[in-house]
C-alpha cells in the first residue's frame, strides 16, 4: 500500500492533529474517520495514541472517531476464529493502537469491523453481527444497512487518510456492493440466481466483483475539488464527506463503467442489462 516518505525530524503533537483534521473541514461534533500511515506524519509524539487525542480534540465537543481494524485478510484465517476483544487490526500502527486504547469499541465483524472512540461510538458500531444481509466477497454483514460503513454514510462523516491516498478506501467496498444489488436487480428474475452465482462467494476461489482502482478515482476527485487537504507533520491529510465520496463514486461507476472494470466484470454487467 502507498504511504507518503516520513520526515522523522519533524515532531508531531496533539495539536498538530487538531489543527490538521481541521483544516480539513473537522467540525465540533463531527464524525471523523481515517486510514492513516504512522511513519508518514514524523515523529509522532505518543504514538497512536496523540492521533486519538489529536482528531477526538478535533471534532469537539461530542464527537465521535473511528478508523478501520481489519482483521481477516490470509487464507489460513477461518472466521470462526475472530474475537471481537482480541482479534488484531493488520492495517497498521495506528489503526492497531486505536483499537487498544481503552476508550475503543470494535464493531463484531470479522472481515471489516471498525473500531470508534466518543459520544457515539457505541451506535456506530453496534449490530455489525446482525444487519440485513447483502453479498460481498467477505461476509454478508459487512457493508449492509445498519452496519457502521453504512452509518458513516447516513451520518456524512468526514473520511480522512494520513499519508495515505484512496486506494487505501474501504467504503469503496460500500458503493460495489450496493452497485452488484443494482444490476443483479436489473436482470431478469429467472437469471438472477445464475448470474449471482458467477460473484466472488467467500471461500470459493474465483468469482467476479466490481473492483475498481479507488486510487486513480480519488486522484480524479481531488482535481475536481471534492477533496480537502492539509497537513499533519509531514503527511498529507485528504478529507471528502462520505456522501460525497458514495454518490460520486457511484455516479463514475454507473455512468463509465467501462472505465472502471475488467472485461469479465462488463460481460457479467451486459448479461444483467441485456432483456
Ligand atoms: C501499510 C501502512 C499502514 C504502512 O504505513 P507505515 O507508516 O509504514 O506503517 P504504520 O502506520 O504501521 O506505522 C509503523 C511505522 O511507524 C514507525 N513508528 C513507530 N513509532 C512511531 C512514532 N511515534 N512516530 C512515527 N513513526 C513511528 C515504525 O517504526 C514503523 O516504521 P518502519 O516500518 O519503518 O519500522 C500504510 O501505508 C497504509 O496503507 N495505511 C492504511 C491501511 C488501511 O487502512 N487499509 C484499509 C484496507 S486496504
Redesign the pocket.
Known sequence: ???EK?S?SIP?NAQMVTDGFRAAGAAPGDTLFY??????????????R?VIDGALEAAAPHGTIA??T?WYHVTSQRPEDFDVRTSPSW??????GFRRDPRSVRSNNFSHSISAIGQRAFELTSGHDKCAPLHTPWSETAFSDGSPWWRLNEWNALYC?I??DM????MKHYCEARLVAEYLARAEPSRRDALHSRLIHFGVPGGLWPSYNSGAMGELFIVRGLVKTARIGSATILAIRTRTFVEETMTLLRNEPEKWYNKEFLEWHRECTCK
Not at 492513516?36 to 504514538?47: F, H, K, P, Q, Y
Not at 492495517?91 to 492497531?96: K, P, T
Open positions: 500500500m502507498f504511504s516520513d522523522t508531531v486510514h492513516g500511515s504512522l511513519r508518514s506524519m514524523g515523529m509522532v509524539e505518543d504514538g497512536p496523540t478508523m478501520p481489519l492495517v497498521g500502527a495506528l489503526s492497531e487518510f499519508g495515505v486506494l487505501v478506501c474501504t
